[in-house]
């Protein structure tokens, strides 16, 4: 089953990491209230606005807190992709808007710029992939 937001437990642990830095803005502002006169609205309007600054963040990052997502990697085997470089071995290929680290496939041709490939495999971080076989590049008139 495929989730498409985020859940009450993602939010928690979204908040329980905000709060340090949250702590040490108060710190550092009674400390600064200590040497210059700040009025008590801007002590609080500037909490507020740090509070507001993660809650703004959140619809960003979110997935970053996903737990489930961590296991989602294997999901890419068989997603298709764009060679943002030659791949001979190595290079970085785009999937769905994502920068990805690529290696070509044991035995398998190296892959030329703007070519698509399916992803083969996975070794850590760097995903296994292959050429597509039809020859067609992204952006020709063919694709």
Do not use: C
């Not at 642990?13 to 801007?42: C, H, K, M, N």
């Not at 970053?64 to 071995?89: F, I, T």
């Not at 496939?105 to 760097?126: M, N, S, T, W, Y």
Request: hydrophobic content about 45%.
């Amino acid at each position: 089953m495929k989730r498409v937001g985020w859940s009450s437990r993602i939010v928690f642990r979204y908040t329980l990491f905000q709060i340090p830095s949250l702590a040490l803005l108060v710190v550092i502002l009674l400390v600064v209230r200590r040497y210059i006169d700040l009025p008590q609205w801007f002590l609080w309007g500037f909490m507020l606005l740090w509070v507001a600054k993660d809650a703004i963040l959140f619809p960003f990052v979110w997935r970053a807190y996903d737990r489930s997502q961590e296991r989602s990697l294997h999901n890419m085997v068989g997603k298709k992709g764009v060679a943002e470089e030659r791949l001979d071995p190595s290079g970085y290929i785009r999937i769905h808007g994502e920068l990805w680290k690529a290696e070509v496939i044991d035995g398998a041709p190296p892959v030329e710029k703007g070519e698509f490939v399916r992803v083969q495999g996975i070794r850590g971080l760097v995903l296994l992939v292959q050429g597509e076989s039809n020859g067609f590049r992204k952006g020709s008139k063919n694709a």
